[in-house]
């Protein structure tokens, strides 16, 4: 018997997580933290998915957020995009038993990217927002590592349910 | 391994094209503009709408579930806050003295309210709406409301609670829902006037006709959150009069021109008003009278007497 990725199952998490944070997120803000559901979903979705499955899956979840939000167009399937490529990216080089560990700091990096991008996306939409420094103290850092330490706890979960047991020949 | 090189070279191809396609689509997005440029909403903001409304009663489910942990976090914040309850007792004493005025000056009001009759804003509002959620990320501060373009409802019209406690603006109506741009969002901005508690009836919204007159003596401005975060009133001149406790309302006009929001909207008090000779004007820092969290069911003004006039 060997563990073998599923595409569907992948599929389904990244989806559930974006409509979880559509749905929950506003009641779990403070400030400028707020849980990442979506992001997370993508990042451990993904990391056992080929190249080309992890960009496609991480773009869908992206857009998906973004129609299910009210924020601007574009900013989660940029954000969903990167964490697809960087989890793909990291899955390669990963060692057995540190997974959790290595796609909560992606978590993380990813989660600074999208507070970056959003933030950027807003200026140059006209939207105005905070003064940089003070939405990267404030804003950005306490929000990465609040996710990574939430990816930390539901990584091992998301990283059992994305994975079927199937037989070897059946692998092959 | 030559199954996974190619598998990179495509992921790489991949990212390359749907970075290109996520500006495009950010790009028209914000090209395509709100819904209310036009009468009709382009094709990025339907979805979004579309998925509003679908996710309506899921969000509504949420709501209800979340209500009573709200209501008990407040409790055992108020617990242990003192502060507030200091606050209300300073309000009791407060209230206490004017209640020994007001009995004085009722009669008076009576004889001077056919003169301010023409001085109030007639209001037409839509039905009674139930706040179903929050929406929105870090940087706003909306909510959804169960009416929409069926009950009447468009863009930018006014959103109250109670008869004139502006909440905030209509933005992204659909049929059946209508999200609410709270006055504490980032992106909100209304001409206000600063009004001392003699000239202004809260309860009533009405304004006394000194206010209303064409030379106005009291500060005038624009209510807005700042970059610096806080929610107060900018541009008010440094010779205008406005003084901590005053009650901050709704211009209505500005320089000959209509505002979308009618006059006399009361939106908070002035928490404080502090100017410094180095500065054109003054810093007005205000507490506002609705409690996001306490919302529960709004009105949308869909007009008003002189409205476009």
Redesign the interface.
């Known amino acids: 018997m060997v563990e073998q990725p599923s595409v569907v199952r992948a599929s389904i998490i990244v989806a559930a997580a974006a409509l979880l944070e559509?749905?929950?997120?506003?009641?779990l803000?403070f400030?400028?933290?707020?849980p990442k559901f979506a992001l997370i979903g993508i990042v451990f979705a993904v990391s056992p998915l080929?190249?080309?499955q992890?960009?496609?899956l991480g773009?869908f979840g992206?857009?998906l957020l973004?129609?299910?939000?009210?924020?601007?167009?574009?900013?989660g399937?940029?954000a969903g995009?990167a964490a697809g490529?960087l989890s793909?990216r990291v899955s390669?080089v990963r060692r057995k038993g540190t997974e959790r560990v290595l796609l909560s700091q992606v978590v993380a990096v990813c989660v600074a990217a999208f507070g970056l991008l959003?933030w950027t996306?807003?200026n140059?939409?006209g939207?105005?927002?905070?003064?940089l420094a003070?939405y990267a103290v404030a804003?950005i850092l306490p929000?990465a590592l609040l996710n990574a330490v939430l990816a930390y706890l539901v990584g091992g979960w998301l990283l059992r349910i994305v994975s079927v047991k199937s037989r070897v020949w059946e692998s092959a | 391994m030559g199954r996974r090189k190619s598998s990179a070279a495509s992921g790489f191809a991949a990212l390359c094209v749907l970075c290109v396609v996520s500006l495009a689509l950010f790009t028209v997005y914000v090209k395509e503009g709100d819904c209310s440029a036009q009468g009709e909403c382009g094709p990025l903001h339907t979805v979004q709408l579309g998925a509003a409304e679908v996710l309506q009663p899921a969000r509504g489910v949420v709501g209800a579930l979340f209500s009573p942990i709200r209501e008990t976090a407040d409790r055992v914040g108020n617990a242990f806050d003192n502060s507030e309850e200091e606050r209300l007792r300073a309000e009791l004493r407060d209230t206490e003295s004017l209640a020994a005025q007001t009995s004085r000056l009722q009669q008076e009001n009576e004889r001077l309210r056919g003169l301010l009759e023409g001085q109030r804003a007639v209001y037409e509002y839509g039905p009674l709406a139930r706040v179903v959620a929050p929406v929105g990320d870090q940087f706003s501060e909306r909510i959804i409301i169960n009416v929409g373009t069926e009950d009447g409802i468009e863009d930018d019209q006014p959103v109250v609670v109670g008869e004139n406690t502006l909440v905030g603006r209509t933005t992204n109506v659909s049929r059946h829902t209508a999200q609410v741009m709270l006055i504490t969002d980032r992106m909100f901005a209304a001409g206000v006037r600063i009004v001392p508690p003699a000239e202004f009836d809260p309860a009533s919204g009405e304004v006394s006709p000194a206010v209303t007159a064409e030379n106005v003596p009291f500060g005038q401005g624009m209510l807005k959150t700042s970059l610096e975060g806080y929610f107060g009133v900018d541009y008010v001149d440094l010779s205008a009069r406005a003084e901590e406790g005053d009650y901050v309302v709704t211009s209505g006009r500005a320089a000959g021109r209509d505002l979308l929001e009618p006059p006399g909207l009361y939106v908070g008090t002035v928490e404080s008003a502090t100017s410094q000779d180095i500065e054109q004007f003054k810093k007005i820092v205000v507490d506002p009278a609705m409690n996001p969290d306490d919302l529960e069911d709004v009105r949308v003004i869909v007009g008003w007497a002189g409205k476009g006039a």
């Open positions: 559509a749905v929950l997120g506003p009641y803000t400030g400028y933290v707020s080929r190249d080309l992890a960009v496609l773009f992206g857009i973004d129609s299910l939000s009210s924020g601007l167009f574009g900013v399937a940029l995009l490529a793909g390669a959003g996306a807003r140059l939409a939207y105005g927002g905070p003064p003070e804003g929000d």
